[in-house]
Nanobody, 121 residues
């Protein structure tokens, strides 16, 4: 089993920055992919960014150039650095982990509890 704990959400003004952090514990040696998803009220959960153990990364078009995903396997952590935040970025952000590098939420076996990010305009 793997446990994921997120932190770093909050309220920020448009144009501001936030950094989300996720720490994994348990059987972390099997975690090939670490990613971030988000879910806005009334909408489905969608990928924000993901990173493989080999260093491959993927970003959703909506965040490309503004967000950066960074993983530290020695510390079992993955960060999401969010810059130039917009009101459309308001959502609950979830950390996810799995043994397959994928853009699909279904590929991730482990999920954090979620952290709220609210961007005020």
């Amino acid at each position: 089993q793997v446990q994921l704990v997120e932190s770093g959400g909050g309220l920020v003004q448009a144009g501001g920055s936030l950094t989300l952090s996720c720490t994994a514990s348990g059987r972390t040696e099997s975690l090939y992919a670490l990613g971030w998803f988000r879910q806005a009220p009334g909408k489905e959960r969608v990928i924000v960014a993901t990173a493989s153990r080999r260093g491959t990364t993927y970003y959703a078009d909506s965040v490309e150039g503004r967000f950066t995903i960074s993983r530290d396997d020695a510390k079992n952590t993955v960060l999401l650095l969010m810059n130039s935040l917009q009101s459309d970025d308001t959502a609950v952000y979830f950390c996810a982990a799995g043994d397959t590098y994928s853009r699909s939420a279904r590929a991730y076996s482990y999920w954090g509890q979620g952290t709220q990010v609210t961007v005020s305009s």
